[in-house]
């Protein structure tokens, strides 16, 4: 079982900048993914970002040139750094977490989802 803990978002004007970050803990043997997704009021949860372990990052069209996912593999912590932050990026924030290898994928968790309001 893999435990993840997740930073508290907030409120943010439009234009502005904020840092998630998820920290994972557990029995935790390799993370193969780790990422970003989120849900708006009334829509389905989507990706936002992900990051595989050597491998290429990947972004919505959406949040491409204003959100950088990275992680700390010794920290077992992914961030999302969130630039020029428009009103429709607010939605509920959650972190997931894919163990396993490229070869041979494990259990996928989800963090506790954290609020995001870009609002003036």
């Known amino acids: 079982q893999a435990q993840l803990a997740e930073s508290w978002g907030g409120l943010v004007q439009p234009g502005g900048l904020l840092r998630l970050s998820c920290a994972a803990s557990g029995s935790i043997f390799c993370i193969y993914r780790m990422g970003w997704y989120r849900q708006a009021p009334g829509k389905q949860r989507e990706l936002v970002a992900t990051?595989?372990?050597?491998?290429?990052?990947n972004y919505a069209d959406s949040v491409k040139g204003r959100f950088t996912i990275s992680r700390d593999n010794a920290k077992n912590t992914v961030y999302l750094h969130m630039n020029s932050l428009k009103p429709e990026d607010t939605a509920v924030y959650y972190c997931n977490v894919e163990l396993g290898t490229a070869a041979s994928l494990g259990p996928n968790y989800w963090g506790q989802g954290t609020q995001v309001t870009v609002s003036s």
């Open positions: 990051v595989p372990r050597g491998g290429s990052t």
